[in-house]
Structure formats: structure tokens, C-alpha cells
């Protein structure tokens, strides 16, 4: 790349450098505008290029207008309106790309990249890590070489030399860029606004769950939150991260109870017998628009937000106040072994027994049958292993791409197709237990996660998005269950893609290879652990800095002893004044290498008997000494000498021309003795 733009000519190859910028520039935006957008902004830029390299004339206003016009509809059509974020981010993409287009001077050249610079702050509305930071500071570089180059006149150093001096003036900004990081105050809530109507889908769970909700989430590597233990990391098969809590059942969708109404509130009269030593933990949540806090079952304190409350429902379910808008991290300790609500009353009990009239009637004869009545009727425990028992020997399947069921799908489910994911077992579980009179629900969260020794965390993803049920049991109250477990029990043992089988999991290989499949042998585990490591720097050292965190670190220095601060105040000021004075020495001990031959020149003519008066130019001088004594090849080659140097002086060389002429008064400035 570098080779083809140096053998262009010099308006052509900045021109080049400027789409080549602006490509880099629209290139993430990709990812997030529709298809057709991506291409309409690719093709004016490809277009511009072709012209710029072969010569060609620019398109007229009477094309590029109808283009404009075309290109604003489809936004239209596309979002349904001009306005808002998304749709203004498109507009922006396609008047840069429309822009490459009708640029004829240096004022539509600042134009296309002040715009660049406006649609790259753009970009940390979608990505916020460490890569997207790394290709826009990229981008960054490569938009000042092209805004440089535009200052330049004919004389202009290489890209690479452009390159470099770009790279010491972001280096000598970083220091500045660090104590305004620290020190200037930030808003509460996200930097780059609220979060779009679509940001619901990131967090993978909803307050209701029918067939297909959660296999839909099954292949997305999507992070959700990270947990790090300042305990030892539970077994696997007992990270079950409680979410929420179902109990409305309509024949096919299963929603939390009372959804239409008011979320119940903090209940600090709920039943709870705790067991055994807790899990200590911290909960890193990033922005997701949503209420829910997710905690490991049973959490048993979980750390107030600034500023944003929760309240606990009476299923233990946590719910802030405010939608969650930007990265959170609370603290929780949560208690493996407990006995939740082990005194319902009947009449609290019934909301967990109803089921609609005239649904999945076979599976209701079923259960019923196998329950039995009398004195013959198994105990509810019994009728539980009963069940289980029989998802263990039927021909039950365990897959992502489960058959379409029908109206009664419980039924289509336990006697026909008998394939599902979890959302399937524990709903139709949940109904089976209801139908035999043992009060049940579903809870839906995730369970599991990528295990990180090294730091003694976990995290999870929307791969990790599971159903599980919970009964309840006289003496021992809500008792979680998961049927899944009994079809697919490495499923819990490991994760996800242990569990599916090969055919059905077409990333089962590549993921066994980066050690995402729970393995710890995989060939990318140690450098996936190590990245996961460095994001999570990131985003608690630079993304979640918060006014809460930020007014602490000032508070730390505030804290300080006087004679510290000062101390360290003096020992920045020296170090800054030695870097300095380092600089100006190397600059002055190199100077310009063109006068330091010039000056070399002068002394051997002095010692001839020749100096050099101060007011004497190059042309001058060389009038003097042709009048010297010396011999005919002296003579020339002292003509030569200062007639190159005074036209590398004062000319417009560019430096592969300077470079030739160094090398030619090094070979005269030897013929001159």
C-alpha cells in the first residue's frame, strides 16, 4: 500500500489516503446498518477512488442529488423516521460517503474529515472495548496523516514520517488526556446516551417464556455479566443465577405472576433458613436497559446501587427502580444450601396449583394416573423421581431446533415429539407437578458459566440462558428441580455444548479448540483467559469509572499528607523539565544535516584561507572563491557544491531528492580539498 501511494502522483495519493481514512472510518458502522446502507456507502467511496487514480471527471450535482435523495428514502424506509439515533448515524454514514463525491478544494477536504471524526465518536455507541478502541485510534492516526497532508505544501516528508510525527504528538497528548480523564467531572448515567429500544435483546430474558425463547439465545457468545468469587468457585452444577420467576400459565406462554400489576415490593417477612458456609462474590453488570439483578441462588444480601435501589419480590426476584444504564458492580453473598418458604398456607399455595380449563388434557390424565389417589397416591417426592425418571428412559431428545407444537403443546411435546431445550422440560414439568397437585413454577436465569481460575471467576454469556422449575415440599418449602438435567445432565455438569449433540452444535469444534466447551485443554484457553482478563481491566479501570469512583480516587489524594503531594508535584516537575531538556539537546546536537555539511564545507575552506564572511551567501561565497587559487577539478567541484546546497537550501525538494544530494555533497565536499 505504502509502495503504491508513493508512486502516485502527490494530489492523487492524499486523495487516496482521505477515502482510504474515511472506508476506515465507515467500516465498523457495518456491522449495525442495514445491508443495503453499507453498500450504498462503500461505492461512492470505491467510486472516488477510481476516478482520483485514472483521472476521471466528478460526477455532476444533477447525479449526485437524485443519489442523496435516494439514499435519505431508504433511511426512511428503513427506520421509519429521520430522527433518533440510529437513523441519525445513517444519514451521517451516507453523506460522508456522498461527500468523497463532491470534494473539489481544501475546504471540502476539512469538511469530509472533521465529518469522519464526528461519525468515529459515533462508533462507541455499538463497541466500547478494547479492539474497537484500538482500530479507532487507527483510524485517528490515519485521518490526521490525511488532514496533515492537506497543510503541506510541495515539499512533503513520507507517510511513514508523517506517520511517526503523528504518533509522538498523540503520544505527548496521552499525559493530558489521563488527568482529564481523572479529573474532570462526568455525568451519571452512560456517556454516549440512553440505550436504544433494542437494548432489551442483549439481555436475552423477558418476563414471559414460551417455546424457542431461550434455544434462540443458545449460539450467542454475547457477555452478560461477569462474577468474581472472593470464596472458592462453586461447582459448576451449582451456578444457578436466579432471574425470574413464572407462575402464569395460559396453555402456551408462561409470565410472571401478576405481571399486569404493580412489581411487588421488598417483602422482609419472607421465610428464609439458611445452611452451611456462603459464596462471596462481586457482580461486574454491564448497561443493558433492564431492571434485573442477578444473584446466585439463594442470595442472602446483595449490595445496595447508588442512586438506584432494588426492591425483592416475594419470589426473590431482584428489581431495581431505574433501568439499568450503565455498568453496575454490586457485592452478594449467596447461600448454596437453604429452605425457602417452608410454611405456605393453602391458600398461598394455590396460585402455584392453577392451570388453564381445557389444556393439554392428555398430559393431565397422565400425571393424574401416575400421582394415583387414596391411600395409593405416591408422595410428592416420589411423584417427582417418577417423573424425572421418565424423561430419563423415554426417548426424550435434547436440541436447539425442537418440532413445532401444536394448541395443547405440552402434550405434543411429552407424547409426540418428545424434543425440546430446557424451556420445554421445565414448563412441561411444571405443568405435570401442577396437574398432581404439588405446587410448582418456573424460574428462568442462566446457569453455569466459563470458569477463569486464574482469577477466580466466572463468566456468563446468552449461551448460558437456562430453565429450571422449583416445588414446593411440606417442611422443606420451595425445592429447585431441573428436568433438563435428567435428559441431558451435562448440561449442568459442563455447559451447553457438552450436552448438544455434534450435528446440532456447528460450533462444537472451533469452541472445543478456543476451550469455550468447559475443557481446560483447548489450544486459545490460556490466551481467552488472559484476554478475558485484560477486558475486564478495561472496563473496570476506563468504561465504568463512575462519578461515584472518580470522587473517591480525588477523595484518596485529598487524603494525603501536604508534604506528599508536594513532594510528588516537584519530583513530576523535574522529571518533565529532564525529558525536556533531553529533547531540545538531541534536536540541537542533530540539527539539520544539509547545514551541518555547509558548515563542514566552510571550515575546510577557511583553512585554505577562504572564511566565510557572516553576511555571504551560498552564491556569494562561490563568486569568491572562484577567484581563489585552486586547481580546475577544486574549482568545479566547489561550484557544484554550494549550487546544490543553495537549491536544497532554499528550493522546494521533496526528501528522496534531499536524501540524493546529501550523498552527492559528502562525495564533493572530498573533492573540494
Known sequence: MKAWLSGLPREKADMVLLLLAAAMVLAPHALHLPPWLSVATAVPLLWR????????????????????????????????????RDPGVAMLA???????????????????????????????????????????????????????????????????????????????????????????????????????????ARTGLSDSMQPGAIASLALSNEPVFTARFSTPLPPQDQLYWRGVVLGDYDGATWTRMGAGRRTPASDSRIDIALEGPPSHYEVTLPANGQRRIFALDLPR??????????????????????????????????????????????AQQQPWLALP????????????????????????????????????????????????????????????????????????????????????????????????????????RQSDAHAWSEVWLAGRG????????????????????????????????????AGLDGGTTGALAAWRQQWQQAEHAWSSWVLDTTPQRQRAMLDRLKNLPSTTLALACAVLALLSAVVGALVWWRQARQGDPLDALY?????QQAQRGYSRAPHEGPHGYAARLAAGKATPEAHAAIAQFLAIYATMKYGNANPDEQSRARRSLRHLLTQCR
Open 49 to 84: 477512488a477510481v476516478i482520483t487514480v485514472r483521472g476521471r471527471r466528478q460526477p455532476p450535482l444533477a447525479v449526485l442529488a437524485p443519489l442523496a435523495l435516494l439514499g435519505i428514502a431508504g433511511v426512511y424506509a428503513s427506520y421509519g423516521t429521520l430522527l433518533g
Open 94 to 200: 451516507l453523506l460522508l460517503a456522498l461527500k468523497s463525491l463532491e470534494m473539489h478544494g481544501r475546504r471540502d477536504i476539512f469538511v469530509l474529515v472533521f465529518l469522519s471524526f464526528f461519525l468515529l465518536l459515533a462508533n462507541f455507541f455499538h463497541a466500547q472495548g478494547i479492539l474497537g478502541a484500538a482500530w479507532m485510534l487507527a483510524t485517528v492516526l490515519v485521518l490526521l496523516a490525511a488532514l496533515l497532508s492537506a497543510q503541506y505544501g510541495t515539499l512533503q516528508p513520507r507517510l511513514a514520517q508523517r506517520l511517526g510525527l503523528l504518533g509522538r504528538m498523540l503520544a505527548l497528548a496521552i499525559p493530558l488526556a489521563a488527568v482529564l480523564f481523572l479529573a474532570v467531572p462526568r455525568p451519571d448515567g452512560p456517556l454516549w446516551g440512553a440505550l436504544h429500544e433494542g437494548a432489551q
Open 301 to 346: 444480601s446483595i449490595e445496595r446501587l447508588p442512586g438506584n435501589p432494588y426492591v425483592v419480590s416475594s419470589a426473590l426476584e431482584v428489581l431495581t427502580i431505574q433501568p439499568i444504564t450503565s455498568t453496575v458492580h454490586y457485592r452478594v453473598s449467596s447461600q448454596p444450601r437453604y429452605r425457602l418458604q417452608a410454611g405456605l398456607s393453602l
Open 357 to 460: 380449563a381445557d389444556s393439554n388434557p392428555r398430559s393431565m390424565a397422565w400425571a393424574r394416573a401416575l400421582r394415583g389417589s387414596g391411600a395409593h397416591a405416591l408422595a410428592p417426592a416420589d411423584a417427582i423421581a417418577a417423573v424425572l425418571e421418565h424423561f430419563r428412559r423415554a426417548p426424550f431428545r435434547y436440541t436447539l431446533e425442537p418440532p413445532l407444537l401444536g394448541k395443547h403443546g405440552v402434550d405434543d411435546f411429552l407424547f409426540t415429539t418428545q424434543a425440546g431445550f430446557c424451556e420445554h422440560y421445565a414448563g412441561s414439568f411444571v405443568v405435570l407437578m401442577r396437574a398432581m397437585g404439588i405446587p410448582a413454577r418456573v424460574v428462568t436465569g442462566y446457569q453455569g458459566g466459563l470458569r477463569n481460575g486464574t482469577n477466580n471467576s466466572v463468566s456468563v
Open 478 to 513: 420451595w425445592v429447585r428441580v431441573d428436568p433438563t438435567s435428567a435428559v441431558a445432565p451435562l448440561r449442568t455438569e459442563r455447559n451447553l455444548d457438552a450436552a448438544l449433540p455434534a450435528a446440532t452444535s456447528p460450533l462444537t469444534a472451533w469452541r472445543a479448540l
Open 599 to 603: 558548515l563542514q564545507f566552510c571550515r
